[in-house]
């Protein structure tokens, strides 16, 4: 019997997420405010739901990825008059949500799930749009070992690497973990690179000896944030795409409340939130739909107003 699975939210990760889960063989019913992205998840072979209510009934797995906390709380457990989702998901359901969110709210929708009976994993990813399209997205996921045993037969067709970080919640420890790392290595490469191309160098040179020598990293060898180095990276396609610098904030807003809780001291993380910040509100407009690694225009343009 074909397994169902209830997808809410069909954003630029979610549309390609809910796409792989189709031809993964799943029965996809799809919810989604926006028009669009409803069309395009039908064009993918989605089932389109006129609410999250109703694409939940009988379904096997429930799959989330949302903006933010807020709006997960309010989904799964309800405020301002909105019915909570887990008064109607199936007892026998396993819930998936694959938002990036504080770990405290990823505990407080477990909590909740728990307490109505049913399993819920916290599963945020790493690897882009590019990745959610091509299904080999990098899963973190937080919740007890059968729970996440389960989860392995939605996430797969999803994602070429899953890992298990802890208990509900770590997911989200370790995505905001990764994505502050992620934040200084883009903004470290950024700043080496203009240094090098300020004093003369071809970016595209001295990209390759970096990636042949100890400064090798991620950025350089998946992303690089110079026009024209790389082909197919959003450097490329005047930044279009990719992950969003309003979304690279918040996944540093994130890591620095995690460390107030935990009195960690991550003063890089709070310098590349402050770049990004500053790249955010630079040239004279709002940078916040660009791809991070336009934080290379901001050295760029910092060289070019010195």
Same mark, same amino acid.
């Given at each position: @019997?074909?397994?169902? %699975? ?5 954003? !630029? @990760? ?49 799959? =989330? $990825?949302?903006? !933010?906390?807020?709006?997960?709380? =309010? ?41 109505? +009976? ?8 790493? +690897? ?6 091509? +299904? ?21 067709? @999803? ?20 994505? @502050?790392?992620?934040? #200084? ?11 090098? /191309? ?10 390759? #000896? *970096? ?14 944030? %110079?026009?024209?180095? /790389? ?12 992950? $969003? ?7 540093? +807003?994130?890591? *620095? ?34 791809? &991070? =690694?336009?934080?290379?225009? &901001? ?8």
């Amino acid at each position: @019997m074909t397994q169902k %699975v209830a997808f809410i939210g069909l954003g !630029n @990760m979610g549309g390609g997420m809910a796409a792989n889960l189709v031809k993964g063989g799943f029965e996809v019913r799809a919810f989604d405010l926006s028009p669009a992205a409803q069309a395009h998840a039908k064009e993918e072979g989605c089932r389109i739901a006129a609410s999250a209510a109703e694409a939940v009934v009988g379904a096997d797995y429930v799959v =989330s $990825m949302l903006p !933010n906390g807020a709006i997960v709380e =309010s989904v799964y457990i309800g405020s301002d008059g909105t019915e909570a989702l887990l008064n109607v998901i199936p007892k026998t359901a396993l819930i998936l949500d694959c938002s990036t969110i504080a770990p405290d709210s990823a505990r407080r929708v477990g909590a909740a799930a728990e307490k109505a +009976g049913i399993r819920f994993v916290d599963a945020p990813v790493s +690897g882009g749009v590019a990745a959610a399209a091509a +299904g080999t997205l990098a899963f973190m996921v937080g919740g007890v070992e059968s729970s996440f045993e389960a989860a392995k037969t939605v996430l797969q067709p @999803m994602g070429a690497n899953i890992f298990r970080a802890g208990d509900v919640g770590a997911g989200q420890v370790a995505k905001i973990c990764n994505n @502050m790392l992620l934040a #200084i290595h883009m903004t470290g490469t950024a700043e080496a690179l203009q240094l090098g /191309m300020d004093n003369g160098l071809d970016p595209s040179v001295l990209s390759n #000896i *970096m990636l042949k020598s100890s400064g090798c990293n991620w950025s350089l060898q998946k992303y690089n944030p %110079v026009p024209g180095v /790389m082909e197919g990276v959003p450097a490329s396609k005047d930044y279009q795409g990719g992950f $969003m610098v309003d979304l690279m904030l918040k996944d540093l +807003g994130l890591a *620095m409340e995690a460390s107030l809780t935990s009195r960690s001291s991550i003063p890089m993380g709070a310098a590349a939130r402050n770049l990004f910040n500053l790249h955010k509100h630079s040239a004279g407009e709002d940078q916040g739909k660009k791809d &991070f =690694s336009s934080i290379q225009k &901001f050295y760029a343009g910092n060289k070019k107003s010195s």
